[in-house]
């Protein structure tokens, strides 16, 4: 943007012109606590870590299971990747084995991928405790597993696990094991801060004594976040010459997560002026960052540097103020450069120039008595419980209303909720988990409704899983064919709150409804003493919403 000031940083001469990211998102990654996936996701997200353009993605481990093992045989022929290349992984051979008998090697020269990576002990307590062995058949194991796969024409990168706890404890054994790989032919010495225990000034010394260690050796990272500093260490890690870090995408990983690469890569590129990505592909990482999330039913993390939606929205008043002048002002880099945009936030902090500010942003023109009118209407709301800056949508039409605005597709007369319990009646598998003594019990809702759509009034009915799927279903059988674009409209999440939970049953509650039109994404809220009051509420506003920006 030609009115930012340019926050490119400055390339120090030291550190590399180029780092190689390195994605293990459909390996470590779904070691993550609540990720599951099926081979139809993993290709998927492989097709999305290539989009994005980072340099490998290590798809798993094959002959571990048969998801791997599938995954492998239909990447051949179904992947086409473009930017990246395929990585499979597995472990050294067996302590006292043979390579050319050993069957996680074999797996690995029949994976069909040009790379794998390795992983191999590299402190010594774990071979002489994990693997009950000898440190020589430690450093053996290493060394005569590389040789044997750089004799099959793989390209190898090798996994030192545990290297950083092994070095503070022995660094003779851990250069060693290094020292074996890199006599074998390896391309890659990664350095894995396994436990995750390392912090940033231990790992940018012990890095820079490998470097200069294995000079014209390509040195890699990969760090877990397990003292939160995953990004930080693998950041010192390039300071000190590492030219190769793995991460996952969103932080996935095993325990706490693993560099982020979401954060890392502009790190890297936009605060330290290190080529990562391809020209031009940095700002799809916000894409690929909820992308991902989805494929991998996660919630999206708002607060997330970078691609979060909270990353760049603002609502103190004094700050939105001054970026309404200057963009530049509260934001450390340009949103669009991650492919991310500016929000403000509308809540009872805000100030007029907040509000003016999301009006023009919403496309809404907002003269200064109609801005006080919604400020104050805001404030009111707010207090009764509503919260806008959680939901966009309902905020919109709150604007819209402010201008005379009123919406014509439909009016309310009633609806009935009928929710109707009988024991021993059709259960699902939901119904069934939470009944495990064996009391099987049926619960249908049917909701009968009464709308008035121009001259004509319309009574329809809808049944569902529970009273809002009810309601959605009857409101579009009563309008649907009036408005056949709300078959575009689709419910993705719905959340209640309980705003005072001293009243217990009788308290008041907040529903936010998330919904999508395309790739449109909206919020709508309401708030009642009645649960179903509130969902309708929502509901009624994310349907006119859609209503009002289809074509």
Not at 11 to 38: K, M, N, Y
Not at 87 to 113: E, I, M, W, Y
Not at 161 to 187: I, M, Q
Not at 285 to 304: G, K
């Amino acid at each position: 943007m030609s009115d930012r000031i340019d926050r490119i940083g400055k390339h120090d001469p030291a550190w590399p012109e180029r780092v190689e990211i390195f994605d293990t998102t459909l390996r470590d990654g779904t070691q993550f606590e609540g990720i599951s996936v099926t081979v139809d996701d993993k290709l998927r997200v492989a097709e999305q870590l290539d989009y994005l353009g980072v340099d490998w993605i290590e798809g798993g481990w094959p002959g571990a299971n048969p998801k791997d093992e599938e995954f492998f045989a239909r990447a051949a022929t179904e992947l086409d990747l473009g930017a990246s290349t395929l990585v499979a992984f597995g472990s050294t051979r067996r302590a006292k084995g043979r390579v050319d008998q050993d069957p996680t090697l074999a797996n690995l020269v029949n994976a069909g991928t040009s790379t794998v990576c390795i992983v191999g002990k590299s402190w010594d307590y774990h071979v002489t405790e994990a693997l009950r062995t000898t440190l020589d058949e430690g450093v053996a194991m290493v060394q005569d597993s590389v040789e044997y796969l750089k004799a099959q024409g793989l390209r190898v990168f090798f996994d030192a696990e545990h290297f950083f706890d092994g070095y503070k404890r022995n660094p003779e054994f851990t250069l060693r094991v290094l020292e074996g790989a890199a006599t074998a032919g390896v391309d890659t010495l990664v350095l894995c801060d396994t436990n995750g225990g390392s912090l940033p000034h231990e790992v940018e010394a012990i890095v820079a004594d490998v470097v200069k260690h294995f000079e014209g050796v390509t040195i890699g990272m990969h760090t877990q976040n397990d003292t939160g500093c995953a990004v930080a260490n693998a950041v010192a890690g390039v300071v000190s010459g590492a030219t190769h870090v793995q991460g996952t995408i969103n932080g996935y990983g095993e325990r706490t997560g693993n560099c982020d690469n979401t954060v890392l890569v502009p790190n890297l590129s936009l605060k330290m002026g290190i080529r990562t990505l391809p020209d031009g592909h940095l700002d799809r990482l916000t894409q690929v960052s909820h992308h991902v999330a989805e494929l991998v039913n996660m919630p999206l993390m708002n607060q997330q540097p970078y691609v979060g939606q909270s990353a760049f929205a603002h609502k103190a008043g004094l700050h939105t103020s001054a970026i309404a002048r200057r963009p530049d002002s509260y934001e450390h880099v340009d949103p669009s450069a991650v492919g991310n945009r500016t929000r403000f936030l509308i809540s009872d902090l805000s100030g007029k120039a907040s509000l003016e500010f999301k009006a023009k942003e919403l496309g809404i023109e907002l003269q200064p008595l109609q801005l006080t009118a919604v400020l104050d209407q805001l404030k009111e709301l707010e207090n009764a419980g509503y919260h806008f800056e959680a939901a966009d949508g309902s905020l919109e039409l709150l604007m819209q209303r402010a201008t005379g605005w009123r919406h014509e597709y439909f009016s309310l007369e009633s609806y009935r909720v009928i929710v109707e319990h009988r024991p021993g009646g059709p259960v699902g598998a939901a119904q069934a988990a939470r009944n495990p003594l064996g009391h099987i019990e049926g619960v249908d809702t049917e909701v009968t409704i009464k709308i008035q759509v121009g001259e004509d009034r319309i009574l329809a009915t809808g049944e569902g899983n529970g009273p809002v799927n009810a309601l959605d279903a009857a409101l579009r059988a009563a309008i649907g064919d009036r408005y056949p674009q709300l078959a575009e409209v689709h419910l993705t999440d719905y959340k209640v709150r309980v705003l005072d939970s001293e009243s217990g049953t009788g308290a008041i509650t907040r529903v936010l409804i998330d919904s999508t039109v395309g790739d449109q994404r909206y919020t709508t809220i309401g708030v009642s003493e009645n649960i179903i009051e509130a969902s309708w509420q929502a509901l009624v506003d994310s349907v006119v919403l859609s209503l009002l920006h289809s074509p």
